[in-house]
């Protein structure tokens, strides 16, 4: 639970929450990138998510059947109550612009 006590790191799993596998460079958080990889190392510390190394690119993705299998309704209710209070909404995920 202590890994969930700040609100970027709530914010990041709220942004993995889609299931969805994200590189490190696609996250957008309002802090230095040596702090964001210290939120990070703390959520996979704690079981919260797994990173995938490629080449000399990290992913992230939440460890969500993990989770819940688990902590059922653990997740479930976090999201929500962050969802409620607004906890984390200034994490999200960078906008890439594709050229053709």
Request: with cysteine; net charge positive; proline share 3%.
């Amino acid at each position: 639970m202590s890994a969930l006590s700040d609100p970027i790191r709530v914010g990041l799993v709220r942004v993995l929450a889609d299931g969805q596998e994200r590189g490190w460079s696609e996250l957008r958080a309002p802090v230095a990138k040596s702090t964001l990889s210290h939120h990070l190392r703390v959520l996979r510390d704690a079981g919260l998510t797994r990173t995938r190394e490629e080449g000399t690119r990290c992913y992230v993705a939440l460890r969500r059947q993990d989770l819940q299998a688990r902590f059922p309704g653990l997740l479930d209710s976090v999201l929500a109550a962050a969802e409620t209070e607004d906890v984390g909404h200034q994490v999200g995920v960078r906008e890439t612009s594709l050229t053709t």
